[in-house]
């Protein structure tokens, strides 16, 4: 049986970036950022209208395909409840397709307005295994997605499905330790994450493999109590050089920062750029460089789990 929600509630979500892989845990590490997308909306008696202000104005769907759209409605439903029509206000400053989990982003904050509008109608919300679940299920994956449902570091993991079902999807929370400085490097240029994906390969060899258990086994030591051991922890064999002919300025400054000492990786499927130090500034070599390539860098703190709540009123 689905309810109804009566126009006039209003309800709102912030959901932080993310970066996910942190070099070798692919599909399983991913790390929140302090970089914020705001959800605003409004039940209306039927339509949809949406407003985008920032990343992604006048580029994104702007009808029921809208990804912030498509989520709250499957929150809703998963809740048994349905909106007769919604306004839907997005202020963006997550960049998109930069490997800084945007869409994860954009799920995750239309699953938290879902969360809003059913407390604000007197229900009671998604968990938060129940957010792990249903933003991975629209990714496919959930390191970024938990990540921004959680907040922090995470560790992430696929059961099978059953029965012909949907994978189980987990995640637990890493305690970062407070010495690690982030610093993402953004490019103008763009990436899709289906196009680089289809650039690794279907097999690896047994010593690839390996080699990215140790590493990732070390990262999660390194991003908790030894951050001293960054450098070798971030190495991979199992994507970054795969996708390198992609984004090539992205390569090169990886390559540039590891030269310099500081642990940096590609963010997700790119061409950002993760960086975690255990200083408050980047080497002046790395810095030159990225003014030279065209990446706009910044430092970034740890990302906030999900939020949600009452929009406040407009006076008018």
């Keep these: 049986m689905t309810t109804l929600l009566p ?31 705001e959800i605003d909306v409004e039940t209306t008696d039927s339509g949809l209208r949406i407003e985008v202000e920032g990343e992604g104005a006048g580029q994104v769907p702007d009808g029921h395909d809208h990804l912030v759209v498509r989520a709250i409605v499957r929150g809703l439903t998963t809740l048994g409840l349905r909106a007769p029509g919604l306004i839907v206000r997005c202020r963006n400053a997550i960049p998109h397709s930069r490997g800084l989990g945007s869409s994860a982003a954009a799920v995750v904050g239309g699953l938290g307005v879902a969360n809003a509008l059913a407390e604000q109608a007197g229900f009671a919300p998604l968990g938060e295994e129940q957010l792990v679940q249903l933003s991975s ?154 003014e030279s390539a065209g990446f706009r860098v910044c430092e970034l703190r740890v990302g906030n789990p999900l939020t949600w709540g009452a929009r406040a009123r407009s006076g008018n």
Excluded: K
């Design 7 to 37: 126009a006039g509630i209003s309800a709102s979500a912030v959901v932080a970036a993310s970066s996910a892989n942190l070099g070798p845990g692919f599909d399983s590490l991913g790390l929140a950022l302090g970089l914020y997308d």
């Design 137 to 290: 299920e629209f990714e496919g994956h959930p390191d970024n997605a938990s990540a921004s449902v959680m907040g922090g570091a995470v560790v992430s993991w696929t059961e099978a499905a059953a029965s012909g079902g949907q994978p189980r999807y987990r995640a637990a929370g890493l305690r970062l330790h407070p010495d690690i400085r982030i610093f993402a490097g953004v490019p103008q240029t763009r990436s899709s994450t289906a196009e680089t994906r289809g650039l690794l390969p279907d097999q690896i060899p047994h010593t690839a493999a390996r080699f990215n258990i140790s590493r990732a086994a070390l990262l999660i030591l390194a991003l908790t109590e030894r951050p001293e051991l960054l450098m070798a922890a971030t190495e991979d064999a199992l994507h970054q050089s795969q996708r390198a002919p992609a984004m090539p300025a992205s390569a090169e400054y990886v390559q540039v920062l590891r030269r310099c000492g500081v642990a940096a990786v590609i963010s997700g499927a790119g061409p950002s750029v993760l960086a975690l130090s255990l200083s408050s500034e980047l080497p002046a070599e790395a810095v030159a460089f990225a």
